[in-house]
T-cell receptor, first 113, second 110 residues
Framework: NAGVTQTPKFQVLKTGQSMTLQCAQDMNHEYMSWYRQDPGMGLRLIHYSVGAGITDQGEVPNGYNVSRSTTEDFPLRLLSAAPSQTSVYFC????????????FGPGTRLTVL | KQEVTQIPAALSVPEGENLVLNCSFTDSAIYNLQWFRQDPGKGLTSLLLIQSSQREQTSGRLNASLDKSSGRSTLYIAASQPGDSATYLCAVGTGNQFYFGTGTSLTVIP
């Protein structure tokens, strides 16, 4: 099992550019989520999904879009990048029930100039 | 909104010492609490998961306790080693949302 994988590892964007961060898991987990990690702020939930076709907002959803067309993949889209979106982004997954353990990907370090 | 606090923010101990990291949360209506380790520039590695009905979990030199009514969890590390140096994060699960503390940065001095 590869677990949770994320691409790319690093990315530099200019303000206004768009891009998609990829996340995939091979554990057949229903629940997937995206977090951002900023110094002194801890990890904050951006969006999550409880299954294919179902997504919902987390704590900091503005500026990000998600969709879930398959169980395995949960891409995060930045439509018009802003310097405030400079951060490290983590994808995570777990089984559907709320008591299940979360598994994290290695992260994507994004810089917006 | 759930608030999660970790104290201290940084801790430095000599090798071999036993130590305790603290995590507190404001809303006791939780599903579980998970402790993670994060090395610089890396992702999160799960250490221990405690369900809301449990009092503690153990894995090797690690022991995590949970007191839901008082909104507290502790991570006990026995006989610390330089390889334990990392940032330790706690996360409180409330169904579909997870709330993280800002972490405790641990340095174990050889």
């Amino acid at each position: 099992n590869a677990g949770v994988t994320q691409t790319p590892k690093f990315q530099v964007l200019k303000t206004g550019q768009s891009m998609t961060l990829q996340c995939a898991q091979d554990m057949n987990h229903e629940y997937m989520s995206w977090y951002r990690q900023d110094p002194g702020m801890g990890l904050r939930l951006i969006h999550y999904s409880v299954g294919a076709g179902i997504t919902d907002q987390g704590e900091v959803p503005n500026g990000y879009n998600v969709s879930r067309s398959t169980t395995e993949d949960f891409p995060l889209r930045l439509l018009s990048a802003a310097p405030s979106q400079t951060s490290v982004y983590f994808c995570a997954s777990r089984g559907w029930e709320g008591y299940n353990e979360q598994f994290f990907g290695p992260g994507t370090r994004l810089t917006v100039l | 909104k759930q608030e999660v606090t970790q104290i201290p923010a940084a801790l430095s101990v000599p090798e071999g010492e036993n130590l305790v990291l603290n995590c507190s949360f404001t809303d006791s209506a939780i599903y579980n609490l998970q402790w993670f380790r994060q090395d610089p520039g890396k992702g999160l590695t799960s250490l221990l998961l405690i369900q809301s009905s449990q009092r503690e979990q153990t894995s090797g030199r690690l022991n995590a306790s949970l007191d839901k009514s008082s909104g507290r969890s502790t991570l006990y590390i026995a006989a610390s080693q330089p390889g334990d140096s990392a940032t330790y994060l706690c996360a409180v699960g409330t169904g579909n949302q997870f709330y993280f503390g800002t972490g405790t940065s641990l340095t174990v001095i050889p």
